[in-house]
Structures are given as structure tokens and as C-alpha cells.
């Protein structure tokens, strides 16, 4: 190694930008954001309006944490909106006479079975991920349109609204929980033998294999997971909305998708954790409500949305290679 490599190598600044290369797309996102938004529009980073993006940007970091974990294992889950139309109706309709905390339980178990389906036809069958879970979503969303027919959606347990749109202490109870949920499965992903079996699946599956790892028992995991975490998704929404719908939830699994990429998990790798995307469900909550204090449309804000998700997928690619 040559005198100039060596001073290279120990030269502070040059660590430092290596170190903030090497980020998640979201963490240098989000700081430029809010630099653009202290010269623009400095009320968006009030407490106050900081607090309420928080509570907003909850349910997307729930969806985004399945994910993120599916992806990891290299596969995708984009049956979301099927599950949160399926959560809707339970909850909502009154179809089944259960009391709402029976209904809330059943609706987590039928998450679960969703995503277990889900994983069994993927690691069993061998079938894409991509054509499984969005079919599952499609079916599962005409049955409930089909069924909604007979029964029009009422208003969400009550139960539920209080809880997510309660305050302690001035932060939303919502964020807490999300807060709440990231800190042990950060625990999980780092420290337990779980978590490095999705990192050795992510990296290579047939490595992981021959090495005795159970490579298609994690997929069914995480297929499971995911599903767990689009309900809990759907509860708050519908905390939020107070009223049951059909549609609800029909752009989380883009969404989502969007931030686990932005929050440093890609295809094939394995690597990641759970601030990254949790950071960028933030940023992209933030994003929306940036574009629209300048009165950016719907249709402007996905063309941006689907820039920024190629432009952080080809520039976290090419850093890692």
C-alpha cells in the first residue's frame, strides 16, 4: 500500500464520507429534506407538525417492517391490500357477532394464515412471490367486494380509534407503538440465530442450504410475519379513518416497497436492518407532506415517488458491488 492509500485510509473526513455513503438512501434524504424545508416551509418541522408526520407515517413502517423482512429473504409480498380489505370487513361490517376485542384477535389469526398461505405456496409449490401474493390480494379483495354487497361497512370498534389516536405526553400513542414493536425486533434481527439465518438466506439460499440452514422455513416466516404486520397496519388506518372501506390501504404495499428500498434493503443481499426502512416510511411521509404544501397533485408526487425508489435501487446497488 502505497504512502498516499495509507493517509487515505486514515484521514478522518475521508472515513466520515465513506461512512455517510454508505447509509441508507433515506437518512441523507431525509436530512436534505428537512434543510429544503427550513429555508421553505419552516412550520413543517414544528414539534407539532413534526409529531402529527409521526403518527401518519405509523402504519406505513408497520407494513414496511414485513416487508422489508420478506424482501431480505429475497422475495416480496404484495398481498397487503388484500389482507387490509379482509381486516376491514371483519372489523367493520358486523358480519360476525363478536365482541371487538374477539373481532381484533380474529382478524391477527386470519392475518397470520394469509401470510402463512402465502409462504407454504412460494417455498412448497416453488411459485413466484410476486404473481402469488398479488393474486392473493386480488382474490381476497373480490371476496370482499362480493360480500360487502349484502352488508354495507359501519364504523370501527371504538376500542381501537381511542388507542391510536390517543396521546401521551403529547406524542401520538401510535408512534409509540411503533416504536415500541422496532426496538425488540431490532433485538431479534441482530442478536438471535433468526436473524442471522435471514441475513445467510438473503445472501445466498443455496449456500445457506447446504449448510443446514432451513432456507424455506425463513420464507414461510416472513411470509407469516408480513402478514401479522399488514393487519396491525390496517388497525391503525382504520384508528384513523374511523369508518370501514374496501379500499383502504390499496398504496402500502408500493409504498412499502418504496421505503424498505430506501431504508438500505435490496434484492439478493440479505443486508439490512429495522431503523433503515423505518426511517424512510418517515421520509416518505414527510416527502408527501412537503410536495403537498406546494401543491403538488397526486399524479406528481407518485412520478417523484417511483424517481426517487430507481434512482436509491441503482445508487445502493452500485455501492455495494
Same mark, same amino acid.
Given at each position: ?77 404484495? *398481498?397487503?391490500?388484500? +389482507?387490509?380489505?379482509?381486516? @376491514?370487513? =371483519? $372489523? /367493520?361490517?358486523?358480519? &360476525?357477532?363478536? !365482541? ?27 411459485? *413466484?412471490?410476486?404473481? +402469488?401474493?398479488?393474486?392473493? @390480494?386480488? =382474490? $381476497? /379483495?373480490?371476496?370482499? &367486494?362480493?360480500? !360487502? ?31 415500541? +414493536? ?5 433485538? =431479534? ?133
Amino acid at each position: 500500500m502505497t504512502a498516499l492509500a495509507k493517509s487515505r485510509e486514515t484521514n478522518p473526513i475521508v472515513s466520515a464520507g465513506r461512512w455517510i455513503v454508505g447509509l441508507p438512501p433515506a437518512y441523507p434524504l431525509l436530512v436534505l429534506l428537512f434543510g429544503i424545508a427550513y429555508f421553505t416551509h419552516p412550520h413543517l418541522l414544528s414539534p407539532l407538525f413534526l409529531m402529527l408526520m409521526l403518527r401518519q407515517a405509523a402504519p406505513l413502517g408497520l407494513a414496511t417492517i414485513g416487508q422489508s423482512l420478506v424482501i431480505r429473504c429475497r422475495s416480496i409480498d404484495l *398481498s397487503s391490500a388484500g +389482507v387490509m380489505a379482509v381486516t @376491514s370487513y =371483519i $372489523l /367493520t361490517s358486523g358480519t &360476525i357477532p363478536v !365482541s371487538p376485542l374477539a373481532a381484533i384477535a380474529l382478524c391477527i389469526v386470519v392475518g397470520l394464515a394469509i401470510g402463512f398461505i402465502n409462504g407454504v405456496i412460494i417455498t412448497v409449490r416453488k411459485a *413466484s412471490a410476486v404473481i +402469488v401474493t398479488l393474486a392473493m @390480494s386480488i =382474490i $381476497l /379483495t373480490g371476496a370482499v &367486494i362480493a360480500f !360487502s354487497q349484502f352488508r354495507a361497512p359501519g364504523d370501527v370498534p371504538e376500542i381501537l380509534r381511542n388507542v391510536v389516536t390517543s396521546r401521551i405526553g403529547g406524542v401520538p400513542v401510535a408512534a409509540l407503538l411503533w416504536l415500541f +414493536v422496532l426496538f425488540p425486533l431490532h433485538y =431479534i434481527d441482530r442478536v438471535t440465530v433468526f436473524g442471522r439465518y435471514v441475513r445467510a438466506v438473503g445472501s445466498n439460499p443455496l449456500a445457506a442450504e447446504m449448510s443446514g440452514i432451513p432456507h424455506a422455513r425463513i420464507v414461510l416466516v416472513a411470509h407469516t410475519v408480513s402478514g401479522l404486520f399488514s393487519v396491525l397496519s390496517c388497525f391503525f388506518l382504520l384508528g384513523f379513518v374511523g369508518v370501514g372501506t374496501v379500499n383502504i390501504g390499496q398504496d402500502l404495499a408500493l409504498n412499502s416497497l418504496s421505503a424498505s428500498i430506501l431504508g438500505g434493503i435490496n434484492f439478493g443481499m440479505g443486508k439490512g436492518g429495522m431503523w433503515g426502512p423505518a426511517a424512510a416510511a418517515f421520509m416518505l411521509t414527510f416527502l408527501f407532506n412537503f410536495l403537498t404544501s406546494f401543491g403538488l397533485g397526486e399524479p406528481g408526487k407518485l412520478m417523484l415517488q417511483g424517481l426517487i425508489v430507481i434512482v436509491a435501487a441503482i445508487a445502493y446497488s452500485k455501492r455495494q458491488t
